[in-house]
């Protein structure tokens, strides 16, 4: 018998539906295709124990999942419950009737807890633009995916919650944020407030001026001179966010795996410091499969580096590009993947 299940990759700060196909067929065998990397692979493992655990049978056929467009390589255990509901479907002890209308991402525990992953806000913004009816995601992702009007978005705790949802036993209330509401409520919420400073008019009023026009500053001073804490402080009075530039840049906060644990929307200008130790690809991003750097974690607020003659030249010079084209491209043999990377750059040293 063959079900399918929808899923979703995240590339950039955008996300692709992927389909995922269960077939049920004579034999033993697990058989997994689609360009899935080991993570993927290894959900063979957690989705046996998590079904017997929660006292469902664990079909012995050959098991075949195809996870389409074949040529976009899956990351993560994020796939762990889709997979699993596909084979329960394909096995009747669930009904498919209602399947092709969700997208289902979350990775599964031993015992079929559901655990949260990354990128869910652009996961819900792309679900609806696909036209599904809802979104099923861990319990701790969905005020995150909730700010996102016209789909459902229904949090769950265990596997066995989301098989009940499927035969028509278990009944939630959708998750719902006013995406306005929150924020509203959360953006003077500043950690630090550039009041605090106390004397050195001549460098707040500079200060003043680079945070209206938007211009990078350098400040140049002896160690204690308080360099830290003015630019710590400058976000505060740096122009409010609106909510567009709030929720692109929670989508980058939501790829990278950055958002807190009760927040759903960034509602004020990030604030990043990183260590001068920093590598290039950690500041603007990369890797195997590419991530958001610092420079794109700073969009839409301010990077600060402190002890600037201490980063490595090859860190400061990959910085040009993004400075002057406000993006970030990272490119691979087989894709390329854009970043949004505006951000006011504070850097200090001793004379």
């Not at 996870?67 to 596909?86: C, N, Q, T, V």
């Amino acid at each position: 018998m063959l079900v399918k299940t929808f899923g979703s990759a995240v590339f950039g700060i955008n996300a692709t539906i992927i389909t995922v196909e269960v077939n049920l067929s004579s034999g033993v065998n697990y058989i997994l295709v689609g360009l899935p990397d080991n993570a993927v692979r290894e959900s063979q493992k957690r989705i046996v124990a998590a079904l017997k655990n929660c006292n469902y049978s664990y079909p012995k056929r050959e098991i075949t999942v195809n996870m389409a467009p074949a040529d976009i390589r899956k990351e993560g255990s994020s796939y762990d419950l889709s997979i699993a509901i596909g084979i329960l479907a394909a096995s009747a002890q669930i009904k498919d009737d209602e399947l092709d209308r969700y997208v289902i991402m979350g990775e599964l525990s031993l015992d079929g807890t559901l655990q949260p992953v990354k990128g869910v806000l652009p996961i819900a913004i792309q679900a609806k633009k696909d036209g599904f009816k809802g979104l099923i995601l861990p319990m701790q992702n969905a005020a995150e995916a909730g700010i996102v009007n016209g789909i459902d978005v229904f949090g769950m705790e265990k596997i066995s919650e989301v098989v009940d949802f499927f035969n028509g036993e278990n009944h939630p209330a959708p998750v719902v944020v006013d995406a306005a509401a929150e924020f509203r409520n959360n953006q003077d919420k500043t950690e630090f407030d550039f009041s605090d400073v106390r004397g050195q008019e001549n460098i707040k009023r500079a200060m003043e001026v680079a945070a209206a026009g938007g211009h990078n500053i350098i400040l140049i001073g002896p160690p204690g001179a308080g360099k830290t804490m003015l630019a710590r402080r400058l976000p505060g009075i740096l122009p409010p966010l609106t909510l567009d530039e709030a929720l692109e840049t929670t989508k980058i906060h939501s790829v990278a795996g950055k958002l807190g644990k009760d927040c759903s929307l960034v509602s004020v200008r990030p604030f990043r410091a990183p260590h001068h130790t920093i590598s290039d690809v950690a500041l603007v991003g990369g890797g195997g499969f590419p991530q958001p750097g610092e420079i794109s974690l700073a969009h839409n607020g301010v990077l600060f580096l402190d002890e600037l003659p201490e980063f490595k030249r090859t860190v400061l010079e990959v910085m040009r590009q993004p400075l002057e084209e406000r993006t970030v491209t990272i490119s691979r043999a087989r894709f390329s993947i854009e970043y949004p990377a505006s951000f006011m750059l504070v850097s200090s040293m001793n004379p």
